[in-house]
């Protein structure tokens, strides 16, 4: 059988939409919970006051009871004054209370009510709510009068009902008033809630699309431009070996920069966003940007940039080598890309309280201040063209970054267009390297280029 899926919908809507339901399906829980057992509680406390009032009565009445002793020795209630006194009781109102007195074998003897359907005595049902009518109830109690070990009778007093309902009536109702009002405020607010808890998330997947877009339009270039030098070569009738070897040459290149591409990409999905660092050493940034320099210099040369660096000694942190490599290759790398012909670029490294320091600066094209604050964001370069010519792609500096914000560092540029650019980095100490020290002594090691 064909399953057809209907479009997946967008998946932070459909979160949103399931945590609003969520929230709200758990606070009108919690809010109906609390709701009932606030209702049990006053409709508990209304029948147990009830309950109070006709005990009160009970006593009240068995208390006044006449009793006049038989001829065969026996007690017996006076049928005409078995409520003697407790009718008269202020307390009692009548319209509320009925008294009615049976003799020991249940029969009805006297009553202060009339009732259409009359309730039939249960001995064993000390307290019972009964309905007399239709809609109309009563809460009744039910006691044996006993004298000197012989019962006298059964005693039953009823308290209306309505002292009970009406008011946990009217509660109920109130509420569930207050209970529509409260959800509907609570569901306003969830979506506020739900909207701002999604913020962050919905940036994050914003950018997460567009980084997938940048990357996938950054691979199209040079994968268009192989596609098209392949093309070329076939479509020669007669190739010599002169064109097969220019175009290999240019598909290696290509191939080459698809593959620094995909490689940065790949760092940036295992290293963006980690806690630590993995894989951290004790590390010499001094050696270790002596070993870059050296490195860069055939670069540096052929561009006619004159490299120095300044350093005071070694200058010890827990880093990834390879990482810390990868920046200063990076910063340099730039420095060298963005210096004309003739420029100076100068490393240092030192200390400051507790923390390392190394700058890169170059006397090259600079920054403009509104380019500055973006030229960490992945793909982002000042001028997309020339960038793209010296085979830039944009990521150099958001690896840089990366790898200084995994090493609980900070980065940041300082440029002046027409000038040069200063890249600042600061990483912790090595503990136990830390002293304070913050001009590194000039020219320990200046390497010509
Ligand atoms: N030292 C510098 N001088 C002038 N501009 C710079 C310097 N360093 C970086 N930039 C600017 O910042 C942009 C981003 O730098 P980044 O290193 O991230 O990318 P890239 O050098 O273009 O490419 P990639 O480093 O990925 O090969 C560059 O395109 C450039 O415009
Ligand atoms: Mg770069």
Redesign the pocket.
């Known amino acids: 059988m064909l399953v057809v899926r209907p479009p997946t919908r967008n998946p932070l809507k459909l979160a949103r939409s399931r945590l609003l339901a969520s929230y709200i399906a758990v606070t009108a829980a919690i809010m109906a919970l609390l709701a009932f057992g606030f209702y049990s509680y006053v409709r508990s406390t209304l029948v147990e006051r009830i309950d109070d009032t006709l005990k009160h009565v009970v006593q009240l009445i068995e208390h006044s009871m006449v009793i006049v002793p038989e001829a065969d020795g026996r007690l017996r209630v006076d049928p005409d004054r078995v409520f003697a006194g407790g009718d008269d009781d202020p307390t009692i109102e009548l319209d509320l209370i009925y008294l009615e007195w049976f003799d020991p074998q249940g029969r009805p003897v006297r009553s202060t009510a009339v009732f259409r359907r009359p309730v039939p005595l249960t001995r064993g049902l000390i307290r019972a709510t009964v309905e007399v009518s239709p809609g109309h109830k009563l809460r009744q109690l039910t006691v044996p009068v006993r004298r000197e070990g012989q019962l006298l009778g059964y005693l039953r007093v009823s308290h209306q009902w309505f002292e009970v309902d009406k008011p946990a009536q009217q509660l109920f109702f109130d509420l569930l008033f207050g209970l529509s009002i409260a959800m509907l405020l609570i569901s306003a607010g969830g979506w506020v809630l739900t909207e701002m808890a999604l913020r962050p998330i919905r940036e994050a997947y914003n950018q997460l699309k567009q980084f997938t877009a940048d990357a996938s339009h950054e691979l199209r270039t040079p994968l268009a431009a192989l596609q098209t030098n392949v093309q070329v070569t076939l479509a020669d009738p007669e190739p010599s070996a002169e064109s097969y070897r220019k175009s290999l040459e240019v598909s290696e290149r290509l191939t080459r920069r698809m593959g620094r591409l995909v490689g ?1 990409l790949l760092f940036l999905a295992r290293n963006e966003g980690q806690e630590n660092a993995e894989g951290q050493t004790d590390c010499n940034l001094t050696e270790l940007l002596q070993q870059i320099v050296e490195e860069q210099m055939p670069l540096a040369a052929a561009a006619g940039l004159n490299v120095s660096i300044k350093t005071s000694g070694p200058v010890m942190v827990v880093a990834n080598p390879d990482q810390m490599s990868q920046l200063f290759t ?1 910063l340099l ?3 060298i ?2 210096t004309p012909t003739g420029g100076q670029i100068a490393l240092t490294t030192g200390r400051e309280g507790k923390d390392a320091i190394v700058t890169v600066s ?1 006397t ?4 403009a201040p509104e380019h500055l604050g973006r ?1 960490f964001e992945r793909f ?4 997309t063209a020339r ?1 793209r010519q010296a ?8 690896i840089a970054k990366t790898i200084v914000e995994n090493h609980q560092g900070q980065i940041w540029a300082e ?1 002046e267009p027409g000038k040069g ?1 200063t ?1 600042r980095v600061r990483l912790p100490a090595r503990p136990g390297e830390r002293r304070a020290q913050s001009e590194p002594a000039a020219g320990a090691l200046p390497l010509e280029g």
Not at 380 to 383: M, T
Not at 391 to 398: I, K, Q, S
């Open positions: 940065d990076n790398g730039n420095a890309r963005y170059d090259g094209i600079g920054i030229i982002y370069r000042v001028d960038a085979g830039g792609t944009g990521l150099g500096l958001a440029s650019t890249l």
